[in-house]
């Protein structure tokens, strides 16, 4: 298949001239040191304090153990001969699991970090938001913030004001402009710096998987106008693992999978490819104890998630017949906090079927203690379609609203049908469209012919 991947990229960088480019990327590979990040150094007090710190480790008993654990560190590639092209105003969404290497790309187009290996070339000016505030300094203003990160993309100050009302109003912070922004709130912060990274006329736009931060309205808009930037002839690249946002607003869809280009093409076909791959075809996920690996925060960790049929199995098979049943194991390491699970279950193709939020009257607006816990949500039987879904799920706050983890896709299955005539399909054969297929409840009422002729 990366033979495949290769060849197509080889032929879409050659078939088209330089004038229609806007981001070449050739062979482009990045390497990490496990356990060997470079320490970085904020201020002066942190440089002599950790200064102090090696000085005391040298003069212990247990430096040489350390040394030695030094130097055998691993090395992790994040990227590895990443080769695509992206012409001018194309619109790309990268879709993959967790640790696939999309934030570490777009980090590397973005020149935030280097690549070990291998080149990416850009042409034009570029806009990130890569994380909530990225390019936003806290003692600033919102006002001043918006100049500088125009300053930054090489913006006159009269190109500035004529979008400035225009962010302000997108970003609905127009009475805490002149606040600095380290005393915004998350919401503040993440709706002016998407206004000013979309509003300031870059080039190319690149955008991670920031809206999952925003409320439902929030997200509407700025899909909204990243819709509107790609049909301005802007080029725009989208890091979601909401499929079906990707494929209404991307025409093209790059698939990464363990720092390799899996798939490169039409977003619809990418997407199928990516959810029919097997590498989703998982029942149950589980996570260490380690911090680093467990998708969550300082306050909430998942620790499992599985999928179990009817009789308790764990299954990635289901009878079209039977319930399933979610189970999403996680840790409350903080107390105080309203916590609530959730789902959203999508077709194959990226459609989004449903979500759903827990309604446990026990745990509802109750804040959940120090411990563990597992939610339980069941699919009824009788209700899906025949057919490959996936399920990604999360735990959030409600209000305000809290993004704690999101793990997409978190498993997935087949439901298969049972041919059999207590079933929706009933004695019917052949293909049946659509995505659910509910046994619903019909009911019937006869008069025979002769009574119906007598009352006329």
Not at 192 to 204: G, Y
Not at 301 to 322: K, N, Y
Request: with cysteine.
């Amino acid at each position: 298949m990366t033979q495949n991947v290769r060849l197509r990229a080889f032929l879409r960088i050659n078939n088209n001239t330089m004038n229609d480019i806007a981001i070449s990327v050739d062979s482009v590979a990045k390497q990490y040191k496990i356990g060997l990040a470079n320490k970085r150094h904020d201020t002066l007090r942190d440089y002599i304090a950790d200064g102090f710190k090696s000085l005391l480790s040298r003069n212990s008993p247990g430096d040489a153990a350390r040394t030695q654990r030094s130097a055998s560190s691993e090395t992790f590639w994040a990227l590895k001969d990443v080769t695509f092209n992206i012409n001018k105003g194309e619109t790309v969404g990268f879709i993959g699991r967790n640790g696939a290497g999309k934030s570490t790309l777009l980090k590397v187009l973005s020149r935030i970090t280097e690549p070990t290996s291998g080149v990416a070339k850009i042409h034009g000016r570029v806009a990130s938001l890569l994380e909530v505030g990225t390019g936003f300094h806290g003692e600033l203003t919102g006002r001043e913030n918006i100049y500088l990160n125009g300053a930054i993309l090489g913006m006159q100050k009269r190109e500035i004001e004529r979008k400035f009302d225009e962010i302000v109003a997108f970003a609905e912070v127009d009475k805490f402009i002149d606040t600095p922004v380290k005393r915004y709130s998350s919401g503040m912060y993440l709706r002016l710096a998407f206004a000013v990274a979309a509003h300031l006329e870059p080039e190319i736009l690149i955008v991670d998987e920031v809206l999952a931060v925003g409320d439902a309205s929030f997200q509407k808009k700025c899909l909204n106008k990243m819709h509107t930037v790609g049909k301005e002839g802007r080029t725009v690249l989208f890091v979601s693992h909401n499929l079906s946002a990707v494929t209404s607003l991307c025409q093209r869809a790059i698939w990464l999978n363990q720092g390799h280009v899996m798939s490169d093409g039409p977003s619809q076909q990418t997407v199928s490819e990516y959810l029919n791959s097997g590498l989703l075809m998982l029942a149950q996920q589980e996570w260490s104890d380690v911090a680093a690996v467990a998708p969550g925060n300082d306050i909430v960790r998942a620790r499992a998630m599985r999928l179990r049929s009817d009789d308790g199995r764990t299954t990635d098979i289901v009878d079209i017949r039977e319930a399933v049943a979610l189970e999403i194991d996680f840790e409350v390491l903080k107390p105080g906090h309203v916590l609530v699970p959730c789902i959203g279950l999508e077709k194959d193709d990226g459609v989004c079927i449903f979500v759903s939020h827990d309604r446990d009257p026990e745990w509802r607006r109750c804040p959940r203690p120090v411990g563990y816990f597992t939610s339980t949500v069941y699919i009824p039987g009788n209700f899906l379609s025949e057919g490959r879904f996936v399920i990604g799920a999360g735990i959030i706050t409600e209000v305000p609203f809290k993004l704690h983890f999101d793990v997409n896709p978190a498993v997935a299955f087949q439901v298969v049908d049972s041919f059999d005539g207590d079933a929706a399909r009933g004695d019917l054969a052949g293909q049946m469209p659509g995505v659910v297929r509910p046994l619903l409840k019909w009911s019937n009422r006869f008069k025979p012919a002769q009574l119906q002729s007598a009352v006329h």
